[in-house]
């Protein structure tokens, strides 16, 4: 009965809860004069647990008609791809997860490294590897944009952004400001380049490291010295993501 699912937001964002439950914590957000709704997820493992959290998703999704995100643990996966492992995972809880997704038309956000965000520490044939962890979001959630805390630091980061952002843009709030972000992102990618040269060097190597180390793991399967040498590797890209840590 311990709180298990804890969401952190910024004061001047506004947050407002809308609804929070033992598998979500859904509330709002004001940026840019808009209403942006996010659901921060820790499914249960039980299926008919799940199937109780896309019936209240879907309930929320239809009273408030706006951009959406989910984001966190799903506990379920969209298909056989996303298991390794020698035992088949069960069909039903997909099929619900896919039919929850297809129903509200969401989109779920690629990533890039590991394949699998979860495994159950086993060896040998006991080993299970699936991709429980994930973001999903709705069409007009779709604008991303990342903010290097380096670039804050510098003389001219103001300026720049100011400049940028001031440009004139006509269209709906969701357009102008997606709009604008993709401006400011081209904007600052050039201007990170040329001021701050190969920061993501060190992110780089490390990325590629690991993902060679779980090809082997893939195509050979696990050994001792190859689950420590994972291990390895993600602390060394986590060492290296700090180095460049994002708003």
């Not at 604008?143 to 001031?166: A, E, G, Q, R, V």
Request: overall charge positive; proline content about 3%; hydrophobic content about 40%.
């Amino acid at each position: 009965m311990a709180p298990n699912l804890w969401c952190i937001c910024s004061l001047h964002l506004n947050p407002v809860i809308i609804d929070t439950d033992a598998q979500q914590v859904t509330f709002s957000i004001n940026f840019n004069n808009t209403n942006l709704y996010l659901s921060a997820i820790y499914a249960s493992i039980s299926n008919l647990k799940r199937k109780e959290l896309w019936h209240k998703l879907n309930l929320l999704q239809s009273q408030f008609d706006a951009p959406w995100c989910f984001i966190g643990d799903f506990n379920v996966i969209l298909g056989a791809h996303e298991h390794c492992g020698s035992l088949n995972p069960a069909r039903p809880p997909m099929l619900d997860f896919q039919a929850w997704t297809d129903q509200n038309n969401l989109i779920h956000l690629p990533t890039r490294g590991a394949e699998f965000t979860w495994d159950n520490k086993r060896g040998g044939r006991r080993h299970i590897k699936r991709r429980l962890d994930r973001s999903i979001y709705s069409h007009q959630f779709a604008s991303s944009f990342k903010f290097l805390k380096m670039w804050s630091l510098h003389k001219d980061c103001k300026d720049l952004i100011s400049d940028s952002w001031n440009g004139r843009v006509i269209g709906n709030p969701l357009f102008v400001l997606s709009t604008k972000l993709k401006r400011l992102k081209l904007v600052l990618k050039t201007w990170n380049k040329e001021v701050f040269g190969n920061i993501h060097t060190y992110v780089n190597e490390a990325e590629n490291e690991l993902s060679n180390i779980q090809a082997q793991i893939q195509s050979s399967g696990h050994t001792d010295q190859l689950m420590a040498d994972e291990k390895k590797a993600l602390t060394n890209l986590d060492e290296a993501l700090l180095k460049q840590e994002s708003f």
